[in-house]
Nanobody
Framework: QVQLVDSGGGLVQSGGSLRLSCAASGRSFSTYVLAWFRQTPGKEREFVGGISWSSGRTYYADSVKGRFTISRDNAKNAAYLQIDSLKPEDTAIYYC??????????????????WGQGTQVTVSS
């Protein structure tokens, strides 16, 4: 099993940057696919992007391509979401998630077994 703790959110002006962190505990962190989701009130939790367990390959939702960058440091049991050129519509609670070892990046939230508690990102215009 994996336990995830999200951090790094805050209030940022439009155009600014943030780096969110996901600290993991548990065994075999390096074998899990990691992803980031976000959610705003009244809306479904949406996939932002993911990173594979092996090659570090990443995949992003079209809405964030070019501005969001996901990375991981298996030696530190951590993953990161770098968000640049923030927009007010990026305001949401951001969650990291992990799914089964040796699996693929999938975009549906039901495919993920473990979740962080979320971290709030607020972008002011």
């Amino acid at each position: 099993q994996v336990q995830l703790v999200d951090s790094g959110g805050g209030l940022v002006q439009s155009g600014g940057s943030l780096r969110l962190s996901c600290a993991a505990s548990g065994r075999s962190f390096s074998t899990y696919v990691l992803a980031w989701f976000r959610q705003t009130p009244g809306k479904e939790r949406e996939f932002v992007g993911g990173i594979s367990w092996s090659s570090g390959r990443t995949y992003y939702a079209d809405s964030v391509k070019g501005r969001f960058t996901i990375s991981r440091d298996n030696a530190k049991n951590a993953a990161y979401l770098q968000i640049d050129s923030l927009k007010p519509e990026d305001t949401a609670i951001y969650y990291c998630a992990a799914r089964s070892p040796y699996s693929s990046i999938l975009t549906g939230k039901s495919n993920y077994d473990y979740w962080g508690q979320g971290t709030q990102v607020t972008v002011s215009s």
